[in-house]
């Protein structure tokens, strides 16, 4: 499966869609010479074709050594790209104004100056009401370039007012990569490393964010500087796991798309990722109410246009909303539903295979397997962790150290004893190498290590007092994420009460449901 990967241009013509390839070959025969019939051979042949393989590429194209078929392709993959800029320009607003500028230069080349800041006056007008400040100022600097070159007759107030604006949207576009570097940054940190782990960790991750953070946030003024801040604070209260924080930057952020609904078809997929992070923010929070009303919401705008414009959109919402499904049912206990979406969710993995990055088949991977821990099939819950345990170490730390605790856990629901032991030190030892070791599971490591060869009665009284040890840990937040990943407590509740853990967690939430409604707590 490997080399299907490894090949851009297959990759490309493997994303197309029937319409876009229709779109192809009539425009490939419309605007090439009989010298191109080849390209549409090669073209044919990728898009039969399972798995990249070159040498049968050679095979098909006739009178092709390695060097032309490696010519042959760089001129299809430009041609694609042509084909599909002429087809989406009018659906998105970045192309229009790349055309827009690009026509500008090629008249003011041409010596139509006039023309050419006719041009640009009309794309900056476009720019500035989608906030597209990164072209305006290209628009900007070329306006600049040929007032300063030529007389172009413009008064010396529009020159004076151009030269503020364009001081101004650099001001502007400073504070919006600063924001969308640190963003960026944290987003990073939380992949390598997932939660924040100990007071290290947060004062790590404090003085990054103030050292980070832009001094002039009082001055922030336009979409995408609230944006981009809204992004940082939701990652960084996310990473420290104070989730009402995490919750009200959240809602910021989705609450700027609903104050400008025009901006959710200019900025479609930072939208969706809003979207996905309030949905988390409910999820973290044990919000029920607010978090099916949100999957709703979701839900109706998959259906629209706009969220199947592209791949991108199409792919990211459909994995979003399948994530917040299976929270859902992680929520209420009814984990053997959630599990009757597993082979839907999987044929969308593998449909989607070419896009999907390898962190989210992780957490896709770590969630099912909650779902069959949840459910008491322990076999299948192996399964899906053995899938992360024998993926890069480097990704997910939590993640790793979790699924290793599942993986223990499930052996000892099976009985099998006789490995239980060795089992729990390699847990241990790993979680201490991760620096991922906290009170809970020192907690459980211990209660399991003790309880191999007791007696059900002994074994009642250590599961009693492995939850007077941890039900307080719950109210600390470096030791709540051991409950966010695995419900111990549920689970160690199930064994005291002679009940399924679905039937415990399912009571909580049928509990929690009957309580009077609050703004979530952290």
Not at 274 to 291: C, V, Y
Not at 294 to 319: C, G, M, W
Not at 379 to 398: F, Q, S, T, W
Not at 414 to 432: A, C, P, T
Request: glycine fraction near 2%; proline fraction near 2%.
């Amino acid at each position: 499966m490997a080399n299907r990967f490894t090949d851009a241009l297959f990759q490309l013509v493997h994303s197309l869609e029937k319409a876009e390839k229709r779109h192809f070959k009539l425009y490939i025969k419309r605007s090439s010479g009989k010298e191109d019939l080849k390209v549409v051979q090669l073209f044919d042949a990728l898009d039969k074709m399972q798995e990249y393989d070159e040498a049968v590429l050679l095979k098909k194209i006739s009178d092709n050594s390695k060097t032309k078929l490696a010519n042959l392709k760089t001129h299809l993959y430009k041609e694609l790209l042509a084909a599909l800029r002429l087809l989406k320009t009018t659906d998105n607003v970045d192309l229009q104004l790349s055309e827009h500028l690009d026509n500008a230069r090629i008249l003011y080349n041409k010596g139509l100056k006039q023309q050419a800041l006719r041009i640009i006056e009309k794309a900056k007008e476009q720019a500035r009401a989608n906030q597209k400040f990164n072209t305006l100022v290209q628009l900007i600097s070329l306006e600049k370039k040929i007032e300063t070159l030529h007389i172009t007759r413009s008064s010396t107030d529009k020159t004076e007012q151009m030269a503020q604006e364009a001081l101004q949207i650099s001001q502007h576009i400073d504070r919006v990569t600063r924001l969308s570097n640190l963003a960026l940054l944290l987003y990073r940190w939380y992949v390598i490393n997932g939660h924040s782990r100990d007071e290290e960790d947060e004062k790590d991750i404090k003085t990054f964010f103030k050292d980070y953070l832009p001094k002039d946030v009082s001055q922030l003024n336009g979409f995408y500087e609230e944006l981009y801040y809204y992004q940082s604070y939701c990652w960084y209260a996310f990473i420290r796991q104070d989730f009402l924080m995490y919750y009200r930057y959240a809602q910021k952020w989705v609450n700027l798309y609903r104050a400008n609904p025009y901006l959710i078809q200019i900025e479609t997929g930072h939208y969706i990722k809003g979207m996905q992070a309030l949905l988390n923010s409910h999820f973290d929070l044990r919000n029920f109410k607010a978090h099916e009303e949100v999957l709703k919401e979701f839900e109706t705008y998959e259906a629209t246009p706009e969220a199947q414009k592209n791949d991108n959109f199409r792919i990211h919402t459909s994995i979003y909303i399948n994530t917040a499904r299976i929270n859902g049912h992680l929520m209420s206990g009814t984990f053997k539903e959630g599990l009757k979406m597993v082979p839907e969710i999987e044929a969308k993995l593998s449909e989607y295979s070419l896009f999907v990055d390898s962190h989210r088949i992780l957490v896709f991977n770590y969630k099912i397997a909650l779902l069959y821990f949840g459910s008491g099939n322990y076999d299948k819950a192996i399964d899906y962790v053995h899938r992360i345990m024998n993926g890069p170490v480097e990704l997910r730390i939590d993640l790793q150290c979790y699924a290793r605790l599942i993986h223990l856990l499930s052996h000892y629901e099976l009985g099998n004893y006789e490995i239980l032991d060795s089992l729990s030190k390699s847990v241990q030892r790993f979680m201490e190498k991760m620096k991922n070791f906290t009170k809970a599971e020192v907690a459980l490591l211990k209660f399991l290590k003790n309880s191999f060869d007791e007696s059900p009665d002994k074994i009642n009284k250590a599961l009693n007092k492995l939850l007077d040890d941890i039900k307080h840990l719950e109210k600390s937040r470096h030791e709540t994420r051991a409950f966010a990943y695995l419900d111990i407590i549920s689970w160690a509740e199930s064994k005291v009460k002679g009940k399924t853990m679905e039937e415990v967690v399912y009571e909580k939430y049928l509990k929690s449901k009957r309580q009077p409604l609050h703004e979530p707590r952290s």
